[in-house]
């Protein structure tokens, strides 16, 4: 399986990703807002897009559907209940569906809700396995609930699913947000040496060569998996002086992204 993450150097920051089949060429794109730039590409390498798949319903996901699939004629996946906000879906899907791609390439479709309730991310069950996760989560960071989500669903999404994924599982975003977020970790968790490190590594680097982090990278440096560190929840309590003196992991997490709306 190759997975071809493409920077696209827009405004919102956005990575738009060709799945292909080593054997065959056929190529899911993944959210092709940058159209032209996912075709490019293919050409390049001599890969078919065949179907594209969008992760939630978004415009700075969906905005090259038309024109990718004019172009290609390719299929369009995306959430079943999406189908009345992304026009011309072939293919809705539920969780635990298997998404093929050529002769060698499956992908399970995770229902993921949370930053939007439509939301599809994508698990490659292989030995050394891959996470498309859209805007449910970035790198070192979680995705916002304002456009469309609940933050409940999140937390449910990030603790009952994501996190118990193979820690060696790398980590697919749809937008690289990454120093912002490590920013929003240390202001959290001042002390996390990790986070530090990583900030420092990161910075200035070439993104069309970005670092992909692992789930266990994540579980140390993404401030929403840290729900049980005594120093975020002392610092937490800084901004909410009434927080139980031990408080539940939702609650740390709802606290947590209700802070870096407005971070």
């Known amino acids: 399986m190759i997975i071809e993450q493409i920077w696209t ?49 978004h415009g700075d996901h969906t905005g090259g559907n038309a024109d990718m699939m004019k172009a290609t004629g390719a299929s369009l996946l995306a959430h079943e209940n999406a189908k009345d906000k992304i026009p011309d879906i072939s293919r809705g899907l ?31 069950h292989v030995d050394d396995p891959a996470l498309i996760c859209g805007d449910t989560m970035f790198n070192a960071g979680a995705g916002h609930c304002k456009s469309g989500g609940h933050p409940e669903s999140l937390y449910d999404t990030f603790v009952n699913q994501l996190a118990k994924l193979p820690d060696h599982t ?35 680097q070439d993104t069309n060569e970005a670092l992909v982090t692992t789930l266990a990278l994540e579980k140390e440096v993404n401030t929403f998996y840290r729900l049980q560190s005594p120093g975020v929840i002392e610092k937490l309590r800084e901004a909410f002086p009434d927080l139980p003196e031990n408080p539940d992991e939702k609650t740390v997490f709802l606290k947590l992204r209700e802070l870096r709306n407005d971070w």
């Not at 794109?29 to 590409?41: F, G, K, N, Q, T």
């Not at 093929?100 to 490659?124: N, R």
């Open 170 to 204: 790398r980590i697919y975003p749809g937008h690289d947000y990454i120093e912002n977020n490590l920013q929003f970790t240390l202001d959290r968790e001042p002390d996390n040496k990790k986070a530090q490190q990583l900030l420092q590594d990161i910075k200035g």
């Open 94 to 124: 539920k969780a635990g569906d298997v998404i093929k791609i050529g002769k060698s390439v499956e992908l399970e479709a995770l229902d993921t809700p949370g930053h939007t309730m439509s939301h599809v991310c994508l698990f490659a």
């Open 9 to 57: 150097g827009n405004n919102w920051r956005n990575f738009n990703y060709l799945i292909v089949c080593p054997e065959t060429g056929e190529a899911l794109a993944v959210d092709p807002l940058e159209h032209e730039m996912c075709l490019s590409l293919a050409k390049e390498k001599g890969w078919d897009v065949t179907q594209i798949l969008n992760t939630h319903e």
